[in-house]
């Protein structure tokens, strides 16, 4: 999987946690997403319309960023070490989202369609397992 199909995975999942009762990563002015701009990956977002480099420093306010630190750390956390590795872990995801405020059902669903998409490289159900699995090699 390259690059540009690992950003298409990401920007739909950005769409279905969109399309959640909470409605994040959208406003009137349009749905955030992730694009390539002289070869190098930057959040457009849903609010605020800028783009923002997605290996930007984030100890600090994201200048033009206008979701809270959770979602901050899911896009420039784990969406970008996606985009760069294709390497992230069911079991230690943001996407097991419950301080999200969205039901279980919810969840459930949108780690159904995180899985489909082949967003996740393992998907035991713990870290000790898969550890375990590598031992047994």
């Known amino acids: 999987m390259n690059r540009s199909d690992r950003i298409e995975i990401v920007n739909k999942l ?4 969109n399309s959640l009762s909470r409605g994040f990563f959208q406003s009137r002015n349009g749905v955030s ?5 002289n070869n190098k990956p ?7 319309r800028k783009e923002i480099y997605l290996y930007c ?3 600090r306010p994201i200048k033009g960023f206008s979701n809270g630190g959770t979602m901050k750390q899911l896009v420039f ?12 872990y069911q079991t230690n995801s943001g996407l097991n989202a419950w301080y999200w405020g969205i039901t279980k059902d919810e969840i ?3 780690k159904n369609y995180a899985n489909s998409l082949g967003y ?8 000790r397992e898969y550890f375990k699995s590598l031992d047994s090699v």
């Open 14 to 17: 950005l769409v279905k946690i």
């Open 33 to 37: 997403e992730i694009i390539i701009k």
């Open 42 to 48: 930057y959040f457009i977002d849903h609010f605020t």
């Open 57 to 59: 420093k984030t100890d």
């Open 77 to 88: 956390g784990e969406f970008k070490s996606f985009i760069k590795r294709d390497t992230i």
């Open 108 to 110: 459930n669903e949108l």
């Open 120 to 127: 996740f490289s393992i998907t035991n159900t713990s870290k």
